[in-house]
Nanobody, 126 residues
């Protein structure tokens, strides 16, 4: 069973930056593509970014492209989401997710991810 634990959320002001982390309890972390999603009440979970197991391929939703950067450290079993120029509309619960694959293809569908963290709240005040 893979466990994912996010951290780094909090309350920030518009224009600030924040880095989220997600630690995975798995021995073969490099065999998992990792993704970041977010969700607000009453809305579907929204894809933000995904990164291949090797870290060589990254993909972003248009809504965060140029502001958010995904990265991973396989030695630490950790994936990061660096968020900059935050806006009030970025307020949401942020989730990391994992799927076991050696493919470098970017996958955005929620249903394609097998493992999910509990989420971390990010609130951006105006």
């Amino acid at each position: 069973q893979v466990q994912l634990v996010e951290s780094g959320g909090g309350l920030v002001q518009a224009g600030d930056s924040l880095r989220l982390s997600c630690v995975a309890s798995v021995r073969t972390f490099a065999s998992y593509a990792m993704g970041w999603f977010r969700q607000t009440p009453g809305k579907e979970r929204e894809f933000l970014s995904t990164i291949s197991g090797s870290g060589t391929h990254a993909y972003y939703a248009d809504s965060v492209k140029g502001r958010f950067t995904i990265s991973r450290d396989n030695a630490k079993n950790t994936v990061y989401l660096q968020m900059s120029s935050l806006k009030p509309e970025d307020t949401a619960v942020y989730y990391c997710a994992g799927r076991r694959t050696y493919s470098n293809s970017g996958v955005a569908a929620v249903t394609e991810y097998d493992y999910w963290g509990q989420g971390t709240q990010v609130t951006v005040s105006s």
